[in-house]
């Protein structure tokens, strides 16, 4: 087959895909997730369900690619901030808070606690941790951060410190959080 | 009956109930969480099986029992540590230094995965919760610890970023993440 049509097809396969995450997670969030079922999704998305079955063997796996998505959109956005202009100290503060919100928003849902089982959650995670270290050792180098203690142990006081956003009341609360982590991490006096 | 009476079969029974828990706590420490069973907790614990049913449903109810009861022996441990002499910045370090080394020492087993579950451990977060958020809010009285945060958003923080200490690797890693999550919540510059 000519390479064009093979690159329409793979467009096209990626439309369905697509299409179906977006249709699944809406439902769920308008149905809740017990009741949503693969023929739901198959006619939100305009397919057939025997289509759909082609793409995805059941609703969790429909689920858990939109959570991978969803996942990886929050850490390109977090990685464009952290490629911006200024310090490490700034350009630190810039990714805790983003990433900060982004947990307060989704935390405790009911969805939010099936699909943090996932193996690609622990891997995003990790990610994240490296991302993270990364920052926290320029910044020691700068002199912006403490370089008393390792980054690699810095960057695990930070996400389990901005954990703490999930129960917090309000996103002014968040950025207090935030506040609070980044005084953690100012060079010793 | 006699008071006396009463108060000898409260004993004994207080006196099997305890050693049932250490029974199991020993056999599921030696042979994993899934092989041990009512028989051998009852012959490990010197009475017969029924007589075990008689304080116990099930292993998983010994095993809340006897997490119940360590956890209550930590916050004892906690309090005392709470109301000795010094500053409340002191007595807050030493506070939060001890338990991140106990979150360092109980954290990933089969066992803690399971018992941290129950609805014992929420409860038991809460009280760490407001007991911390006492201390704090006495620091930020003296001055001893800042007081731009509301000690209930400042205890969110510090019980979160301690949850670290249980995937660290050292004792040393955990008194270091105690430093600098005690620099957080140092009066701001």
């Not at 939100?44 to 959570?67: C, M, N, Q, S």
């Not at 630190?92 to 935390?107: F, G, M, N, T």
């Amino acid at each position: 087959m000519p390479k064009l049509w093979n690159e329409t097809i793979e467009t096209h396969r990626r439309a369905v895909r697509d299409a179906a995450l977006d249709a699944a997670a809406a439902l769920v969030a308008e149905h809740g997730l017990r009741s949503v079922t693969m023929s739901q999704i198959a006619k939100e998305t305009g397919v057939g369900r025997a289509t759909l079955y082609k793409y995805f063997p059941d609703v969790e796996a429909i689920l858990t690619a939109w959570h991978e998505r969803q996942i990886l959109g929050h850490l390109e956005h977090l990685a464009r901030l952290r490629d911006q202009a200024g310090t490490a100290g700034e350009r630190l503060k810039a990714v805790l808070e983003a990433y900060a919100l982004i947990q307060h928003e989704h935390h405790g849902t009911e969805l939010a606690v099936l699909l943090h089982r996932g193996e690609h959650v622990a891997r995003a995670r990790q990610h994240l941790h490296d991302f993270i270290r990364g920052l926290l050792a320029e910044g020691a180098e700068t002199g912006d951060l403490r370089d008393d203690v390792a980054p690699d142990e810095l960057a695990a006081y930070c996400l389990h410190a901005l954990g703490a956003a999930g129960s917090l009341p309000s996103e002014a609360a968040v950025r207090r959080l935030v506040t609070v982590t980044l005084a953690g991490l100012r060079p010793a006096r």
